[in-house]
C-alpha cells in the first residue's frame, strides 16, 4: 500500500476520524506519526524526531519497537493471534495471570484479563456489587471515592470520576449517584483520616465497595497524596464490612517508584485493577484481579458466575507482551532506573518554580508535574514543547511528563526543558 501523501491524510483524519476527547472531526490539528523507535517518535514533516515524554500516556515504559517485545509478538503471530476466551484457555494468559499474582499485592489470586483500563474497572465494579448480592446484600451497592480522581470513560468508571469540573460533568444526574469524599491532601493528616472513616461508617450500608487511585490520582489532576491514607482506608473497609479496590492502571508496574502504588503502604486491596503498562504499550490489555475471598463470595451467589467475557478477552498476543514487557521489567534494576528519571526531573523542574503563573512543581518516581494558576492554551504548549524537540501533552491546568523508563540522562534534561517552556509559554 503507498503512504498516503501528509496533506491527504490530515484532510481524510480531519474529515472522518475522532480523537481523544476531540471535537469535531473537522477541528483538530494532529501531528502525523510516521514511525517510533527507542524513547524517539519521527513525525512527518518534522526534521527531527520528537523524545517522547508521555510514555502513550503512561503505557510504552521500555519506549517503542523494543527487540524483545517485536520478538515476542512475532512469536505468538506464530502460533495464534487469537482464538475465544470462553471454553477454551492458553498458555500466554495462564503465564500472565501467573506473573500478575506473583508480583501483586499478597492474597491477589484470581486474574479477569480485560480488554482496556475502562473496562478492567467496569469488571471491578461488577466483582463488588455481585460479592454483595451473593452475600444477601443487594442494598450494597454505591462506592465511594475520593473528588479530583479519574477511573475512565465507560459508565461505571465515569459514575467515580470528579464529579465537579471533570470531563465528566456533562453526565451529572444520569451517571449511577456515588458517595464522594474531599480530594486527599498531599500530607497525611488526621483529620481527613476521619473524614474518610465517618464517610465510610456512616454508608458502610449502602456501600459495595470503596474506589480510588492509590497515591496519585492521574487525569484528573495529577495530584499526590500520603500512602498513609490508603492504611485507613484498609481498616476503616475491615471495620465496616466494604471492600476495597485499587486502580492501579497508571501507577502500576514501577511509575511511582514501587512496582504498584499499593506497595507504598504495605496494603492489599480486595480488587485491584491494571491496565496501559502491563503490555509494555504494545497492545491494548487490561486486567482485574481479586482475592480469593471476592471470587468465593461471587461463585456462593444464586448466580455463580460473573457475567462478563468480551470477545478478545485473554487476547494471546496481548498477552504474550505483556508476560515479555513483565520480564524486561523484572529483570532490570527497575527501582535505580526510576530513582535516576526521578533525579533528572527534579533538577530539570526545578527552575518552573520561578515561573510567573506556576503554583506548583511536583516530582515522583517517573512522574513530574508543573501546575499552572490558569490553563493552559494547549496549541501553544504544545508547539513549546515541539520547539525545544519534545512530545508533551498538556491539559487543564497541567502541563506534566511521565516519560518511557529507558529515557537517558539527557533526555530526561531535555523534557524537563520543554516542560519548562510549555508551561511558560502555554
Ligand atoms: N483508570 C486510570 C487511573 C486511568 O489513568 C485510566 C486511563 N487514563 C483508566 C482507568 C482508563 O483506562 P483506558 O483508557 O485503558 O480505558
Known amino acids: 500500500m503507498p503512504d498516503l501523501p501528509v496533506s491527504e491524510l490530515l484532510e481524510l483524519d480531519r474529515r472522518h476520524v475522532w480523537h481523544p476527547y476531540g471535537p469535531m472531526p473537522g477541528r483538530q490539528e494532529p501531528l502525523v506519526v510516521e514511525s517510533a523507535s527507542g524513547v524517539r517518535l519521527t513525525i512527518a514533516g518534522e526534521p527531527d524526531e520528537l523524545v517522547d515524554g508521555m510514555s502513550s500516556w503512561w503505557s510504552a515504559i521500555h519506549g517503542y519497537n523494543h527487540p ?4 515476542a509478538v512475532r512469536e505468538q503471530l506464530g502460533r495464534m493471534s487469537h482464538v475465544m476466551f ?5 498458555e500466554p494468559a495462564v503465564r500472565l495471570a501467573k506473573r500478575l499474582v506473583d508480583m501483586s499485592p499478597e492474597e491477589l489470586e484470581h486474574v479477569f484479563l480485560a480488554d ?33 480522581g479519574y477511573h475512565g470513560d ?42 474518610l472513616r465517618s464517610l465510610i461508617e456512616r454508608h458502610a450500608d449502602e456501600l459495595a465497595a470503596v474506589i480510588v487511585e492509590p497515591v496519585v490520582q492521574g487525569a484528573g489532576g495529577m495530584r499526590f497524596h500520603s500512602p498513609g491514607y490508603l492504611r485507613v482506608l484498609r481498616e476503616a473497609c475491615d471495620a465496616h464490612g466494604v471492600l476495597l479496590v485499587f486502580d492501579e492502571i497508571a501507577t502500576g508496574f514501577g511509575r511511582t517508584g514501587a512496582l504498584f502504588a499499593a506497595d507504598h503502604a504495605g496494603v492489599t486491596p480486595d480488587v485491584m485493577c491494571v491496565g496501559k503498562a502491563l503490555t509494555g504499550g504494545y497492545m491494548t490489555m487490561a486486567a482485574t484481579l481479586c482475592t480469593s475471598r471476592v471470587a468465593e463470595g461471587i461463585s456462593r451467589g444464586e448466580v455463580p458466575v460473573l457475567a462478563h467475557g468480551p470477545t478478545y478477552m485473554g487476547n494471546p498476543l496481548a498477552a504474550a507482551v505483556a ?22 526531573l527534579r533538577e530539570g523542574l526545578a527552575p518552573a518554580s520561578e515561573l510567573p503563573g506556576v503554583r506548583d512543581v511536583r516530582v515522583l518516581g517517573a512522574i513530574g508535574v508543573v501546575q499552572l494558576d490558569h490553563d493552559v492554551d494547549m496549541a501553544a504548549a504544545t508547539r513549546a514543547a515541539v520547539r525545544e524537540g519534545v512530545w508533551l501533552r498538556p491539559f487543564r491546568d497541567l502541563v506534566y511528563t511521565m516519560p518511557p523508563y529507558v529515557t537517558g540522562d539527557a533526555d530526561v534534561a531535555r523534557i524537563a526543558r520543554a516542560v519548562c517552556a510549555a508551561a511558560r509559554e502555554g
Open 68 to 71: 524483545v517485545l517485536n520478538d
Open 86 to 90: 470462553g471454553g477454551l484457555t492458553h
Open 116 to 148: 482496556s483500563g475502562s473496562v478492567s474497572v467496569e469488571v471491578a465494579v461488577k466483582m463488588c456489587l455481585q460479592y454483595w448480592r451473593s452475600l444477601g446484600r443487594p442494598a450494597k451497592q454505591r462506592l465511594l471515592t475520593w473528588r479530583g
Open 154 to 195: 465507560t459508565w461505571q468508571p465515569m459514575s467515580v470520576c470528579d464529579p465537579e469540573g471533570g470531563m465528566h460533568e456533562l453526565w451529572q444526574g444520569v451517571l449511577p449517584r456515588q458517595v464522594f469524599a474531599d480530594p486527599p491532601p498531599v500530607a497525611y493528616e488526621e483529620s481527613y483520616a476521619d473524614h
Open 323 to 344: 508476560c515479555a514487557s513483565i520480564d524486561l521489567l523484572l529483570g532490570q534494576d527497575w527501582r535505580t532506573e526510576i530513582k535516576r528519571i526521578e533525579t533528572g
